[in-house]
């Protein structure tokens, strides 16, 4: 039963391995590549990244072998965790997120959610995204938000 358990968390992983964000006027690009790491559990807790704090729950930065990434790390997300932005942006116009499997583990879904209040409440953007390769597919958001907005990363599909 233990190996059964051991197995099912890891067919629900997935990684992120950059997170950019570009302002309405496309003058300004935001990249997160997650390379500060840092976080090395996947408990609940923040982490100063390039850009500012995160906060990742259920969520590391990972840079093993099987940590898809464009740079040394990913954030790899478990279960149903979130990776979320703890900091504004002064605006937003296109998100694009690079994600792919952790490892070779199963399939798994995520959507991108903001938040225009400083994380009071949160709005699903666009559509939910399914996860099926070990490559690195690019994911393009169309936010066109003008004012103070920040995001977070929402793992649907998983364990409890």
Not at 53 to 81: E, F, I
Not at 149 to 159: C, L, N, T
């Amino acid at each position: 039963m233990k190996l059964f358990a051991k197995a099912f968390l890891a067919l629900c992983l997935i990684v992120i391995s950059l997170f950019a964000l570009t302002s309405e006027s496309q003058m300004a690009t935001t990249t997160e590549g997650f390379e500060a790491g840092g976080k090395s559990a996947y408990a609940a807790g923040t982490v100063t990244l390039g850009t500012g704090v995160w906060y990742l729950d259920d969520a590391l930065t990972g840079n093993t072998s099987n940590d898809r990434k464009t740079g040394s790390y990913s954030a790899r997300v478990r279960n149903t965790g979130k990776v979320r932005m703890n900091f504004n942006r002064a605006s937003a116009g296109t998100v694009s997120i690079q994600h792919a499997i952790y490892g070779s583990d199963g399939s798994s879904s995520w959507e991108l959610w903001r938040s225009t209040n400083s994380g009071s409440s949160w709005t699903k953007v666009g559509n939910t995204v399914n996860t099926t390769s070990t490559s690195l597919q690019t994911v393009s958001f169309t936010v066109n938000y003008a004012s103070s907005i920040r995001f977070e990363v929402r793992k649907i599909s998983g364990g409890s």
